[in-house]
Structure formats: structure tokens, C-alpha cells
């Protein structure tokens, strides 16, 4: 069978077996150059590019089909769905009691600050920046009440921890869409 293979002939000699080798190889390297330009963002996701040259860009991409310069920019996937996060937090009231409170929160990211976030959080800033947010959050506000206010003033206590997390994860380009206590 080898005999046969090192017996064949190609036509214009060995500058014709020459010049198939350079055309498989150009058309092999053309095709992965044109596999390597085209990225896809998926329902429920935005990308922003980094690129080698000038860093992350501003420009958000939206769901589809996109094109990239090969080898020097590379998307940055996000998922921007809401998100749940349940937290606890051991936290003392006004009277000195220890309380221990879970509370459920729905996030995710602002669509529009998506490149600050990657440069200043990086991808996996919800779990950078809420825990710290939320346990900061409920110290501050639980420590105005006392334990038996805390179950009688729920739905006041559970309005400002939601006003004071609104206010504070908006410094980190989070979006909260809901604040609840889950266990008192």
C-alpha cells in the first residue's frame, strides 16, 4: 500500500505536489483564522471585548453572533440574569442580643457599567461584594432596634435594610431587584 502511495504522480511533477501542500495549508489556516473571529453571546448574557492593545472596551454586545479581531481581542461573557443569594449574618440589636438573621436577595449586574465591573471586580463579583455589603448592611441596621422590636417592626426594619442595600450596592454597578428576610 506504501508503494503504491510514494508512486504517485501528480501533475507539473514535484512543484505541483509542492503547490497542493501550500494550498491545503492556506486554506486549513483561513479556516481556523475565520473559526477564531466569531464568538456567540447566549440569551441571558453580555460581553464586552478585552483587547491586547486597549484594555477592556465600553461598548456592551448583546445576544447573538459577533466578530473578533483573532489573537488580540478575546470577550468577556457575563450573566445577567437576576440571581438569588441567600446570606446569614450573627448581628447584635440595641438591647445587646445576638440575632441571627438570613436574608434572600436578587441581584445582578448593571448592563451599562459591565466594563467597570470587570476592571475593578472582576467576573465573580457577587461573591466579592455582596456577602461584605449585606453583613455591613444588617450590623448597621439591626443595631438600631431591639429584639422584640425587630419582630414587631419587621416590615420597617426589612424596608430600610432594603433602602440601605439599594444605596450600597449601587456603588459596586449591582442591581438589586428584591431585599427579603427570610428567618428571624
Known sequence: ???????????????????????????????????????????????????????VGDKVFNEGMHFKIPWVERPIIFDIRTRPHQMQSLTGTKDLQMVNITLRVLSRPRISQLSKIYNQLGLDYNERVLPSIVNEVLKQVIARYTAAQLLTMREQVSATVRANLLERSSEFFIALEDVSIVDL
Open 1 to 55: 500500500m506504501f508503494n503504491r502511495l510514494r508512486n504517485i504522480k501528480f501533475p507539473g511533477g514535484s512543484q505541483g505536489a509542492l503547490n497542493a501542500v501550500k494550498a491545503i495549508t492556506g486554506l486549513g489556516l483561513l479556516g481556523y483564522g475565520g473559526y477564531e473571529s466569531i464568538y456567540t453571546v447566549e440569551g441571558g448574557h453580555r460581553a464586552v471585548i478585552y483587547s491586547r492593545l486597549s484594555g
